[in-house]
């Protein structure tokens, strides 16, 4: 045990404790003449009287001279601590890193103030626990981890100007990383005392490094005081919005669209009741009461009917509560306009169904199509359409196929139905620039009804069949397919429509950011029933809209914090880049480019809502920026739960008392009271003795001259 004193340069006045012993030598030096009638009574008080009156004089010195001692040890501020040190030595400089914990879930309200405020208060606190000469680093421990200040020198204009700096955000904790950082600064530091300060709410998910605790127990670390102040919730009534799924993969114009939303009960033993509204566009479109059960994660279910296309803005938010920030998710979802069609066929006399097939489509203005011969493909600029359907054609010379292949993985769709003679070494060279097969032969026998294969599976899970069978049985009337093609896939490719012997009739392959369907029989009635049944309305439809709509770039996610990227080829002049979010707030973008390709960053993404990325006065897509749903969990870590993560770190809970915790922490137990007690009692004593002593020598020095 060390005794150390915090305000050592007032131990100089313990020369104070000499006085009393000062005026007692000069008392003794002074002999006063007293004119007295006889002195033959006093003579009898002699001997046994001295003896009395020098221990009293004595005893008084010693008591006046620690009275003396014990006031000036006080204002020394003595302390007693485990471990060596410098008796007389100050306190020496500390660098010290703050981690301030802001994130989402500080946000809470209760009726006597918010947490963020509970926060700002326990960093005022702190201010009293430092200073002249101490350097001081601030961190804000969410994600990203922020620097409010760096190894600046202690004043209180830094603790004022942090404090306005400290506002609520919609960001994630991340205590790990802030932790890594903080260790690593104070590893390399000059000076002997250093410390970190975590002021959090410790969430159960902001502390998940295991590796932390075998830091904390490195040599390097051990001289690294930690301490952990905890920012306690009191309000577990709080519902949040976790997630919100578009369910409809083909999202169309006056059709039916399915929207779910999660919401999740954090209070472990009410029901709770919240009115949930779905908005579109800024639009309150539907809204139900729903009752959540505690601590589960429940569905609603709204679906509605689209009247607007293009690129829309969604949200389903819930009613106030405690936590507001939780209490609203974003969505996007792009409906086309228009899908612009080219349909290649060969030159000459050519029936094809496809136009009439189509039809539906063309009368309501879902799709812009049009018709050429394959000669004149190269007079075509590709870009300007969704889709192209190659038709009957036997051969597919290069140079178009390397435009198709451009095509596709830009993100354009290429449906292909064979010719009925078609060139074998063309198509394998087709099969293999899209992944589609590996080999190809002829089947069956055109015009043959006696012998033929039908339709037996269907892959309905694929957003082309989303709601078209009612049984879900995925069955359709019996198809005959008279001949054809037989293919075998590639592992990659899929199989949407398979024949009775295996082999496939429409096959799927995604390449880059497109997609090809391949039809392995002609649509005609010679080779096959399928034109003439009313199933092929809706797979042409479908396969169609899906394949045009797959360079469409909706959807787009991120969380706060994070960054966002997205590239886009096949832009023009001017290159004008913008973001535009809520309220119509307009961000430039500079653009990186490579190639013909443009990519776009968005870093900025602490607030969340829909943002829009223009170029020019265009739309390239929306990107929803969302709160992390674990800042909306009720799981904390306890004093117990820290000390096992944080081997050696101190966990002070009572944020009234925090500069006394930290500096007994520092220097051990203080003393000063004691030695004040001590003195007090010590000056009752003198007075009882001095006055005491006075009465008994007066009384018999009274009872002698009576005598």
Known sequence: MTLNFLNPAILWALLAASIPLLIHLLNRRKIRRIPFSTVQFLKRLEKKQMRNLRIRQWLLLVI??????????????????????????????????????????????????????????????????FQ??????????????????????FSSTLWERILQRLQPTYLKSDLDNALRQALQQLQQSVYSGREIYILSDFQAGALQDKALAELMETGEQRGIKLFTIPIAHANAENISVDSVEVVNRLVEVNQPLRIKAFLYNHHPEKHLTTLTSLKINGQRVAQQNVDLPPERLTEVNFQITLTEDGYLSGEVETESDALQEDNRRYFNLHVPRQLQILHLIPEGQFRSFVPLIIRPARDRGIFDYRQEPVANWSAQNFAAFDVIVLEGLNQI??????????????????????????????????FRRFALGDSIASRGVPGRPDQFLTVKNILREHPVFEGLFESGKG????????????????????????????????????VREGVVFLFTSPLQPRWTQLPLKGFVVPLLYRLIYFGGTRKIADRQAVRCGEIFQQQFSGLEAPFNFS????????????????????????????????YRLMHNDNILSIVSVNPWKEESEYTFLDGD??????????????????????????FGKELWTYFLIAAFILLLLEMAVARTGSKKEYGELLSATEV
Do not use: C, W
């Open 64 to 129: 006046r001279t620690l009275i003396i001692a014990f006031l000036v040890l006080a204002f020394a501020r003595p302390t007693l601590q485990s471990g060596s040190g410098n008796l007389l030595s100050e306190r020496n400089p500390i660098e010290a890193v703050i981690i301030l914990d802001n994130s989402l879930s500080l946000n809470e309200v209760r009726l006597s103030g918010s947490l963020l405020e509970q926060l700002r208060q326990a960093f005022a606190a702190l201010e009293e626990v």
């Open 132 to 153: 002249t000469g101490d350097r001081i680093t601030i961190l804000q421990g969410t994600l990203p981890v922020q620097q409010l200040a760096m190894q600046e020198n």
């Open 397 to 430: 010379p290069e140079t178009l196929l390397l435009r198709l292949q451009t095509f596709v993985e830009r993100g354009g769709g290429v449906v292909i139905i064979p010719g009925e003679d078609v060139v074998v070494p063309h198509y394998r060279e087709l």
């Open 475 to 510: 069955q359709v009337s019996p198809i005959e397919v008279y001949a054809g093609y037989r293919v075998k896939p590639k592992p990659t490719a899929e199989v949407l429509v398979q024949l009775s012997d295996r082999s496939p009739l429409v096959l799927q392959s995604q």
């Open 579 to 610: 973001l535009r979010g809520n309220g119509e707030v307009e961000l430039k973008l500079t653009p990186r480019f490579s190639g013909s390709s443009v990519l776009l960053e968005f870093r900025d993404t602490r607030i969340p809502g829909n």
């Open 641 to 666: 739960a820290l000390q096992e993560l944080l081997p050696g770190s101190e966990y002070l809970a009572d944020i009234t008392v925090l500069p006394d915790q930290v500096q007994k922490s520092r």
